[in-house]
């Protein structure tokens, strides 16, 4: 399961791997389908329900099958022997606006309102922190592009114009530093394990750094 590492492949799963007591979690909720599922820690992650919108937020847009799928959510777009690969045509970007959120009291009520099917992840963020500022939504959708990707740095360029919710669909960790433009700015923790930041508008460089 971890080969994929050798080819510079992310994905959702892993084998011994060391993952966030929180991401652990978020995949017990996601699998589930229940927010009050108590994750079972273990050597394997490997989560399978590709239906669900958790799987769209957290960019998995090519599904590994050993069968044939129904879902109208996936189209085959290559098969060799038995083994086939679908992509997912409701993934989310990585890193994207919206411009509406709810703050959650709890953890626990942080992972309901994210499992609610009234909730649009694609729109509204779920926060457990209030960034205490008014967001609007504009004519036009902000647009984020991936200047720059690696493991511990990571630069956009934002255009929005209106102040916008960015959220970057990696995970949260406190070791993590973002600039906008050079000067330091929030994380927020933000759909329960990912990284947020509020951008102004106009047009910015953003910058994530894993501080060492």
Known sequence: P???????????EGYDP?????????????ESGNPEAQAAF???LTPHNFESKIADLLNVKYILSLKD?????????????QTRVYENKKVLPRAFFVYD??????????????MDEKTDLAKTAILEEDPKIKLFSPQEEGKVIIKEYREQKVVLETQSSLPGLLILSDNFYPGWQAFIDGKQV???RVDYTLRGII????RHKVEFYLAL
């Open 69 to 81: 799928e129904r879902s109208p959510k996936v189209e085959l777009v290559f098969q060799e022997g």
């Open 199 to 202: 951008v102004p508008e106009g």
């Open 2 to 12: 971890n080969s994929s590492i050798v080819y510079r492949l992310q994905t959702v």
């Open 42 to 44: 273990g050597r394997i």
């Open 186 to 188: 929030k994380i927020y």
């Open 101 to 114: 959120y709810q703050v959650a009291k709890s953890s626990q009520e942080a992972l309901r309102l994210l």
């Open 18 to 30: 060391l993952y966030l007591a929180r991401y652990g979690e978020f995949v017990a909720a996601w």
